[in-house]
């Protein structure tokens, strides 16, 4: 194919630009800056990120997207009612479909259409919706780290008739199915297949961990620079650990409701101060007020995504620990702590959670 404008990726999350510059990072240096990055502004605030993304010289361009949910558009609810049967759900489904494209229109920045390749991490999000009505061929990216292992959304998502649904999102492109279930994405970038419960010929295995090992000195300086808006405030707090105290991580994660999420950290602060000197990692889409409940703990920004502090030599932890977060590309920490569906049964009830899959 004629190079048109190169790669783009649409980015949700600081993670999915984390693994942007990776994936970047692996072309080489002939091909730096022949890419352009969209950040959906949808689920996140990426605050002065966008500038120095395009300081960084890896990408041509930079844009913002003002991506709208469904509910954004109040004239769209009709046809999200559960009428009780397939056929009498699935007319309105076909036309919400179409519907929702036309008016996620009007938000869209680019023209995807002038690019070589599209990669779009969670296109469960409307931008996948959007191209497939748009006949826009993409490449689907895994959202996080081995997240189709816990679940695979597509089919949770469509339980019943899922054949049927499958044939009308991929034959047909009349309704829209995520994670590759979907005309136009031409594959799904996986960490690891062999850990997924379902057998579909568009995922396409790229481990995570090859990218990250095989980045220069210079990369890894890059990435610092991107994610990182305040080094020496964030050393001079690491450096606070009393001496002889082992410092130990707690990934925060948007669990529950926030009255239980706080009880959830509130617990395993307590658990773990026991150990050494407690550190919280806030996830991106965390909104609980952990400075007002936490104050005297220290935090790490949440637009720094937790595999940026592999790259800080200066900094190490014992342990980190995570309820749901996968660690396996964690090498921050001597020991990770990985505590999962059973951990979540103390403080709600199972049915919440117990469809996640695990080992």
């Known amino acids: 194919m004629n190079t048109k404008n190169g790669r783009i990726y649409v980015c949700h999350t600081f993670y999915h630009v984390y693994v942007s510059f990776l994936k970047e990072f692996a072309l080489g240096e002939e091909e730096k800056g022949n890419a352009t990055m969209v950040l959906s502004l949808m689920s996140n605030d990426f605050g002065d990120l966008k500038d120095r993304i395009a300081a ?50 009007q938000f869209v920045p680019v023209d995807f259409s002038k690019y070589d390749d599209v990669y779009v991490f969670c296109d469960a999000d409307p931008i996948g919706l959007y191209l497939n009505k748009k006949k826009i061929h993409y490449h689907a990216v895994e959202d996080g780290l081995n997240f189709i292992s816990r679940v695979v959304s597509a089919k949770h998502n469509n339980e019943g008739f899922f054949g049927v649904k499958k044939f009308l999102s991929m034959k047909l492109n009349w309704i829209f199915i995520q994670d590759g279930y ?124 937790m595999e940026i502090l592999n790259y800080f030599t200066m900094m190490h932890f014992k342990k980190v620990v995570s309820v749901f977060t996968e660690l396996d590309n964690i090498r921050f920490a001597d020991e990770k702590v990985y505590l999962g569906k059973h951990f979540m049964d103390k403080y709600e009830d199972p049915e919440r959670h117990n469809f996640l899959i695990e080992e």
Request: glycine letters at 4%; one cysteine or more.
């Open 56 to 105: 960084s010289g890896y990408f041509k361009e930079v844009y913002e997207f003002d991506e709208k949910r469904e509910t954004y558009f109040p004239e769209l609810a009709k046809y999200k009612v559960n009428r009780g049967n397939i056929i009498f759900n699935m007319i309105p489904r076909i036309i919400f479909t179409s519907k929702f494209a036309k008016l996620q229109q």
């Open 182 to 305: 979907s005309k136009y994405c031409d594959d799904i970038e996986v960490n690891n297949k062999s850990i997924i419960k379902d057998d579909f010929y568009k995922y396409k295995e790229v481990p995570r961990d090859a990218l990250e090992k095989n980045i220069s000195d210079a990369q890894k300086d890059t990435l610092v620079r991107v994610f990182v808006r305040d080094m020496d405030r964030m050393m001079k707090e690491v450096g606070r650990a009393e001496g002889g105290k082992d410092n130990i991580i707690i990934l925060t994660e948007p669990l529950s409701t926030m009255d239980v999420r706080e009880n959830i950290f509130r617990d395993l602060i307590e658990e773990y101060s026991k150990e050494g000197t407690v550190f919280l990692k806030i996830h991106p889409r965390d909104d609980l007020d952990y400075d007002t409940i936490f104050p005297d703990v220290f935090k790490f920004d949440k637009k720094v995504p």
